[in-house]
């Protein structure tokens, strides 16, 4: 019985081999290659957590870690809710189940977790109403009794929804931009109705074409580029799904470009790239039109949602023209997603010019399915064994 234990150990222990980078989670740099071993007995890992909450509702969450030396460990919120209210368990609630359930109102960064089993209550305002974005996200450390706290784990507060972060264009173009014509430009917003699927939109337009003969695609690519607000860690939204609404008003969509061709661009500036720094994640048209054996592009507005998971089709570039595309790894589409600095959708579908509309853009998830090998840095940037 003996030996067996220690085997069980030993196999954990290789399978989920952490790295650590030495600065303490790149305060002095953030692209630093330079990684050192983590002891295992010296830091726990606390477990990023997506929480679902209705509007003008509540969540009784429980904390949640890893630690290979004890089961005795202390929670810490690291920072508060722009949206909503944290409150302890009473004690009633707390040792014997009884309401009332909250107790007093977590005011303070640092504030230890006393509830049983770590848990504690976030509460939404009323009135209250669900958007496009996450309610918020809440972050918290974890330490064991010699005191070594853990890096910040992550809870991501979102409605029944699902919704992490998105773009509805209600009121304006939010900030979206056009790429890839002869000069980039702010995309053109139109607070028009055409049907339930474009109802307040952008829109762009083909103003560069480069076929290089009959039958060929464009080599000039045009995209809706996303602004700031969709970068930085969404590797929450790993496992769940990015969705849009795109219509043509103009186009010969019998003539579509390659099947190669990018439908949706995820980036990574601070990710190690093949050759150079950078990864690029593309989901082709081929990918797309597999998955999705009738669909129509062009004309009347559908909906187009693609998968945030490695085996659905995406494919990284490999930074060298002789070298074909191939797919990433668990690790590496949770790094983009949780280093993300750029989403990019096409506009140029076709081999000739075109006006495409978007409208409702949104990455959700409604289960957390980040694994632990990918969560010994917050950002999955080192030490992910996946």
Known sequence: MKFSIIVLFVGLFQRCECQQQTSEYHKTNPLASTVTVLDPTSRPIALHQLIIVDAAGY?????KSYSRISPNMVYSINSLPNSGTLFQLSQVFSSYGYEPKTGSKISQVSTIVTGSDNRFIYSRPSPDQAGIDKWDVVSFTVSGPDGVSSLPGSLTLVPPSGAIVGSSFFLSSEGWSISGNKVASPASYEAFSR????????VGGDDLVDVPGAGGSDLSLWYFEAPPKYFGNFGIAYGGQLSFSMGAFSGDFKALNAGSTNVVEL????????VTGGVR????????????PGLLLGGSAQTLTLPLREDAG???DPQNTLLPWSAPSQCELIQVLSRLSGLRILGDWTAWYETVALDNVQISNLKAQLPLCSMT?????NGCSC
């Open 281 to 292: 994640l593309g989901f082709p048209l081929a990918a797309l039109l597999q998955a999705s």
């Open 377 to 381: 840095m917050p950002d999955a940037s």
């Open 314 to 316: 995406w494919l990284k």
């Open 59 to 63: 969540a009784l969450i429980r904390l």
């Open 267 to 274: 980036l990574c500036a601070s990710c190690t790239g093949p």
């Open 195 to 202: 049907g339930a699927l474009l109802s307040r939109y952008i």
